[in-house]
């Protein structure tokens, strides 16, 4: 079965501080890894997959298959990226590939 | 372009009365459809999935049921809500080789 950890329920940092959001996962074969971020009072959307590569408002994740890892990075954190944040994780085949999502991680950045 | 739409924003139920909770799409045909729910301090579960009309897949046991009557409209349903039912509940949908979800606003359920 699938699985994936967010240790942190809360992380609060000053703004321009590195922010790193962390996630572990478990499953056996080739997933697909994704970060999804709900703002105060607007719906949960994509923040970035790893197969994109891609950065997004700052924030890289390096999928680390070694480590079973795909923590969320951002250089220097702003007030804006306060938000609640979920990593997923899809199977790379099967029907329907429905997410399976992290408990979240709550991200303050104070001024 | 396309839309998702869930029904009502939030709901107060006593315990034993029935559910309905909706959700449309529109702009798209054949998506997939999904209804998680958030407990309170948990993550996001996903409770029932549909790859087409009248095909439902359920993840875990449970008091709830869902339905998928049209090709862009998927309801979650129960016959007696119980107080462990309240939560979060967010329908999502995904276009068939898309790897992106989009979801709905939510419903947040309280029952009482």
């Known amino acids: 079965a699938q699985r994936v950890t967010q240790p942190e329920k809360l992380l609060s940092v000053f703004k321009g501080a590195p922010v790193e959001l962390k996630c572990n996962y478990s499953?056996?074969?080739?997933?697909?890894l994704f970060w999804y971020v709900q703002y105060s009072r607007q719906r949960l959307q994509l923040l970035l997959r790893h197969i994109s590569r891609e950065s997004i408002k700052g924030f890289t994740a390096d999928l680390n298959k070694g480590e079973t890892s795909f923590h969320l990075k951002k250089p220097f954190a702003q007030e804006e990226d306060s938000a609640m944040y979920y990593c997923a994780l899809r199977r790379a085949s099967g029907s329907a590939r429905q997410l399976t999502f992290g408990s979240g991680t709550q991200l303050t950045v104070l001024p | 372009s396309q839309t998702i739409h869930q029904w009502p924003a939030t709901l107060v139920q006593p315990v034993g009365s029935p559910l309905s909770l909706e959700c449309t799409v529109e702009g798209t045909s054949n998506p997939n459809l999904y209804w998680y729910r958030q407990a309170a301090g948990r993550g996001l579960q996903l409770l029932f999935y549909s790859v087409g009309i009248g095909q439902i897949s359920s993840e875990v046991p449970q008091n709830l049921s869902a339905s998928r009557p049209q090709d862009r409209q998927f309801i979650l349903s129960s016959k007696k809500l119980l107080l462990s039912d309240s939560g979060f509940y967010l329908c999502?949908?995904?276009?068939?080789?898309?790897?992106?979800?989009?979801f709905g606003q939510g419903t947040r359920l309280t029952v009482v």
């Open positions: 999502a949908w995904r276009g068939t080789g898309s790897t992106e979800a989009f």
């Open positions: 499953y056996s074969g080739s997933p697909e």
